[in-house]
């Protein structure tokens, strides 16, 4: 089951941003998914009224799943992406 959570991620990144990871001076940490999920949901908060809002929480839960299993740097980006829309980024 791990294996293949890892597998779909994997493939997930490559299709939402593995490009951008690649080209990070360095990797992502858990501290940084930690860091980035409090400012992502610290901006959903403040946004609930926001146009962008269900987008911005589909793409926080993605990101905190991404960082559950070890993939930080995408769910760095995730939560990069929350901010963006939110324009709190």
Known sequence: ????????????AMLLGGAAVAQASEPSTLA????????AYAALSANEQSPNYSQARNLAESGGRFCSIGV???????FAKVLNLLGAG
């Open 1 to 12: 089951m791990k294996f293949a959570k890892l597998t779909i991620a994997a493939s997930l």
């Open 32 to 39: 940084d998914c930690t860091t980035m999920k409090k400012k």
């Open 72 to 78: 930080y740097g995408v769910g760095v980006s995730q």
